[in-house]
């Protein structure tokens, strides 16, 4: 099988983030691995110095810092039992294992180690929504988007993981440093980061190397890591179409459960940014509002009629307004929560009857590694 050809295929609704170009500066040490402080992640060379340095102090910063404000909901969405960041750093490592850059050549580290492999659950997929009518009109799905797309990381063994279930053969992954890789479960984690992870986010400084940007580059490997899990139907937790009237309508930037990689990254910035005790207030801020942006893709109803109006079955729909009104210590003005909450006047029980309501999704990873 043509294994370099189906890639693009597998991983379109795991291609999580995307920005605005960067520059980049730093060496490549090709064909070299170094692992982080603890040596459970390994960051191969194909990523720049400067970005491999930063990569290994954000885990340094993570194994050791104890958050003082906890996180209830963090804690049972990671089951663990206190927000702490060496317990939070190994719920990570059990699912990210090697980090590469985003100039690897994919095809060409990829080996058929095993045909006819025994799956788990075969011949079950999670089902890709397609873009559709309802969802806004038919050309806007096919011409292309406008901004350019820049990768900040992709959960590569996942979608590899698929590529192989679809296929009925177990593949393997040569690492940079030789060491080859049986793609044998979702949780191999293979992380694949681009320049996009490497943008500054700091509203005061440049400084990529600052806490807020730092605490920014964590909270994606969050979400990316969570691709790391579930099984069947659940399997990679993949992202669903943003509806139409939805800020990222036509992206697949959006989860239709409440357990998925956006509830676990928007989740962790919402800690961090509680716990940034050396943040300034527009620091902080900004953080708060990338939790808001993660937690407005938790598509938290589906609206039953898809003729209903789009804007308004988008607000209903997205998680944005339940979490801004549960959340009063934001102190987000009553404008814009009537803004964010443009449907307020239906009540909870009006929505039930429409809509059908996202589910905790089975998170447990097929296979091992
Ligand atoms: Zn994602």
Same mark, same amino acid.
């Given at each position: 099988?043509?294994?370099?050809?189906?890639?693009?295929?597998?991983?379109?609704?795991?291609?999580?983030?995307?920005?605005?170009?960067?520059?980049?500066?730093?060496?490549?040490?090709?064909?070299?691995?170094?692992?982080?402080?603890?040596?459970?992640?390994?960051?191969?060379?194909?990523?720049?110095?400067?970005?491999?340095?930063?990569?290994?102090?954000?885990?340094?910063?993570?194994?050791?810092?104890?958050?003082?404000?906890?996180?209830?909901?963090?804690?049972?969405?990671?089951?663990?039992?206190?927000?702490?960041? &060496? +317990?939070?750093?190994?719920?990570?490592?059990?699912?990210?294992? !090697?980090? /590469? #850059? *985003?100039? $690897?050549?994919?095809?060409?580290?990829?080996?058929?180690?095993?045909?006819?492999?025994?799956?788990?659950?075969?011949?079950?997929?999670?089902?890709?929504?397609?873009?559709?009518?309802?969802?806004?009109?038919?050309?806007?799905?096919?011409?292309?988007?406008?901004?350019?797309?820049?990768?900040?990381?992709?959960?590569?063994?996942?979608?590899?993981?698929?590529?192989?279930k679809e296929h009925n053969a177990l593949l393997g992954f040569k690492v940079p440093n030789g &060491? +080859?890789?049986?793609?044998?479960?979702?949780?191999?984690?293979? !992380?694949? /980061? #681009? *320049?996009? $992870?490497?943008?500054?986010?700091?509203?005061?400084?440049?400084?990529?190397?600052?806490?807020?940007?730092?605490?920014?580059?964590?909270?994606?490997?969050?979400?990316?890591?969570?691709?790391?899990?579930?099984?069947?139907?659940?399997?990679?937790?993949?992202?669903?179409?943003?509806?139409?009237?939805?800020?990222?309508?036509?992206?697949?930037?959006?989860?239709?459960?409440?357990?998925?990689?956006?509830?676990?990254?928007?989740?962790v910035m919402r800690m961090f940014a509680s716990n940034c005790s050396e943040c300034s207030v527009?620091? !902080?801020?900004?953080?708060?509002?990338?939790?808001?942006?993660?937690?407005?893709?938790?598509?938290?109803?589906?609206?039953?009629?898809?003729?209903?109006?789009?804007?308004?079955?988008?607000?209903?729909?997205?998680?944005?307004?339940?979490?801004?009104?549960?959340?009063?210590?934001?102190?987000?003005?009553?404008?814009?929560?009537?803004?964010?909450?443009?449907?307020?006047?239906?009540?909870?029980?009006?929505?039930?009857?429409?809509?059908?309501?996202?589910?905790?999704?089975?998170?447990?990873?097929?296979?091992?590694?």
């Amino acid at each position: 099988m043509n294994v370099k050809l189906l890639i693009l295929s597998a991983v379109t609704s795991l291609l999580c983030f995307a920005h605005a170009p960067a520059f980049a500066f730093g060496a490549k040490t090709a064909g070299v691995v170094v692992s982080d402080d603890s040596g459970r992640f390994k960051i191969a060379g194909n990523i720049l110095s400067t970005q491999q340095q930063f990569l290994q102090q954000d885990l340094r910063f993570l194994q050791t810092k104890k958050f003082s404000n906890p996180d209830s909901d963090l804690n049972s969405l990671m089951h663990i039992s206190s927000t702490n960041g &060496d +317990l939070m750093e190994s719920w990570l490592a059990d699912r990210v294992q !090697i980090i /590469v #850059g *985003e100039n $690897l050549d994919v095809g060409k580290s990829l080996s058929v180690v095993q045909e006819g492999y025994g799956f788990e659950n075969p011949g079950v997929f999670p089902t890709q929504e397609q873009p559709s009518a309802a969802n806004g009109s038919i050309l806007d799905w096919l011409l292309p988007k406008k901004d350019s797309v820049v990768m900040v990381m992709q959960n590569l063994g996942a979608a590899l993981y698929m590529l192989g279930k679809e296929h009925n053969a177990l593949l393997g992954f040569k690492v940079p440093n030789g &060491d +080859l890789v049986a793609i044998s479960s979702p949780r191999t984690g293979i !992380i694949q /980061v #681009g *320049e996009g $992870l490497f943008q500054n986010h700091d509203p005061d400084s440049k400084n990529l190397d600052s806490m807020s940007n730092r605490l920014f580059r964590l909270a994606t490997f969050f979400h990316e890591a969570h691709h790391s899990d579930g099984n069947g139907q659940s399997l990679s937790f993949e992202h669903a179409l943003c509806p139409a009237g939805h800020l990222y309508a036509g992206y697949y930037a959006c989860d239709r459960n409440l357990n998925g990689p956006y509830t676990i990254g928007a989740t962790v910035m919402r800690m961090f940014a509680s716990n940034c005790s050396e943040c300034s207030v527009k620091q !902080i801020e900004e953080l708060q509002l990338d939790s808001l942006d993660s937690f407005s893709r938790i598509i938290v109803q589906t609206m039953n009629d898809p003729t209903m109006d789009a804007e308004e079955s988008a607000q209903m729909e997205s998680g944005e307004c339940q979490y801004v009104l549960a959340h009063p210590e934001l102190k987000i003005s009553a404008q814009s929560v009537a803004k964010i909450c443009m449907s307020q006047d239906i009540n909870a029980e009006q929505i039930a009857k429409i809509s059908t309501s996202s589910t905790i999704w089975d998170e447990q990873p097929e296979g091992s590694r």
